[in-house]
């Protein structure tokens, strides 16, 4: 993630999404990831991270988060389309990941998210899923909101507390992590 410019980890000292790209090396090149089989939705190069690790029995769900400052302050009353493309990828049998979560979603905010540790972030999504999502094959996910703050950071991840996520698994035998890839970011009026 620190190779993304204008993108970081919520300034954790324990969460570490990732970046993969077509050039990279040891585990950060692309298709085939330590998570997944998986080629760009556009371009180069794309994002990953961890939005929810299962630990031990009985302790809370480690999370990461990715955020972008936008060159801007949105304008408060604009209705902005924001676009990306999704996906799991084809998990690698050496892979812990293989779990689906509901809630995946998009938070803005005025001032630059900090997550203390692997903890949840007490932002409110303006876009999740309200399902468990999960799918190899890139979609495109769009949708519209009206700006109603001059927001400057966009938050990706899951926002919902621990004892309110449907978590399933869809591939492996005993996955601990709800993986996913992120590419293409594009918003506008």
Known sequence: ??????????????????????????????PETPVAMVPPFEGR?????????????GEPLSREYLVQEFSAPLVVGTEYRLSFGMTNGVR?????????VDGVGIALSEDQPVQFGDGLLDLSPVFDFPYARYDEDWEQVSFSFVAD?????????VFLPDDALEVEVQSGSNPSLAYYFFDDFTMGP
């Open 1 to 30: 993630w620190h190779l993304l410019p204008g993108w970081n980890n919520a300034f954790s000292g324990l969460s570490s999404p990732d970046f993969f790209h077509l050039d990279g090396t040891l585990g950060g090149d692309l």
């Open 45 to 57: 190069g794309i994002a990953g991270l961890a939005v929810i690790k299962r630990n031990g029995a």
């Open 92 to 100: 690698l049998s050496t892979s812990l990941s293989g779990l689906a």
């Open 149 to 157: 703050q001059p927001h400057r950071f966009m938050t990706i991840g």
